[in-house]
T-cell receptor, first 113, second 112 residues
Framework: DGGITQSPKYLFRKEGQNVTLSCEQN?????MYWYRQDPGQGLRLIYY???????QKGDIAEGYSVSREKKESFPLTVTSAQKNPTAFYLC????????????FGPGTRLTVL | QQQVKQSPQSLIVQKGGISIINCAYE??????FPWYQQFPGKGPALLIA?????SEKKEGRFTISFNKSAKQFSLHIMDSQPGDSATYFC???????????FGSGTKLNVKP
């Protein structure tokens, strides 16, 4: 069963705590992405990675960090520096450069109390 | 600033009617324009996409109309069904790079 998995589906954290969101894909895709979705604002790119051990900041990277140690995994850490972390987080992947289709995971809804 | 502007924010259509969602962009370097469909609590899924060398693309009940000179593109859903009720996002990207700019989304409600 190929696809992108994100866990957990719902996550609650206290203010000031770091939290890591998981994203795994078994599609053998080179590129992976993290988006944040807020009501009425569409999807905004946080970080992306075109290849293992390499990643770049997106439009709203402040307060977030990522790693890409394995092709299939691209975890996102929401740090205490992120001022408004409550949101729906979406991970996506694509074959890589030249391939335009992005496949999305089911998302993680993070609520910071 | 917002690279892709989408309207309307919400849309109510009767079953069997035509749903029309519009997007406008500024950057003439964009060369790929997809539409995504998202159901509540799920990730977006690619619905249909177009490149600027054609003015229209049709897949089943879904059609993209593209106006390069006006820098606008739209999604038409013919014979809209209650199962089409979802949020629709337009997007744009440029070059071989996979960075997408998304519109703010349109929540479509098709009434039976």
């Amino acid at each position: 069963d190929g696809g992108i998995t994100q866990s957990p589906k719902y996550l609650f954290r206290k203010e000031g705590q770091n939290v890591t969101l998981s994203c795994e894909q078994n599609l053998n895709h080179d590129a992976m992405y993290w988006y944040r979705q807020d009501p009425g604002q569409g999807l905004r790119l946080i970080y992306y990675s075109q290849i293992v051990n390499d990643f770049q900041k997106g439009d709203i990277a402040e307060g977030y960090s990522v790693s890409r140690e394995k092709k299939e995994s691209f975890p996102l850490t929401v740090t205490s520096a992120q001022k408004n972390p409550t949101a729906f987080y979406l991970c996506a992947s694509s074959l890589g450069s030249g391939s335009k289709t992005q496949y999305f995971g089911p998302g993680t809804r993070l609520t910071v109390l | 600033q917002q690279q892709v502007k989408q309207s309307p924010q919400s849309l109510i259509v009767q079953k069997g009617g035509i749903s029309i969602i519009n997007c406008a962009y500024e950057n003439t370097a964009f060369d790929y324009f997809p539409w995504y469909q998202q159901f509540p609590g799920k990730g977006p899924a690619l619905l249909i996409a177009i490149r600027p060398d054609v003015s229209e693309k049709k897949e089943g009940r879904f059609t993209i109309s593209f106006n390069k000179s006006a820098k606008q593109f739209s999604l038409h859903i013919m014979d809209s069904q209650p199962g089409d009720s979802a949020t629709y996002f337009c997007a744009a990207s440029k070059d071989n790079f996979n960075k997408f700019y998304f519109g703010s989304g349109t929540k479509l409600n098709v009434k039976p």
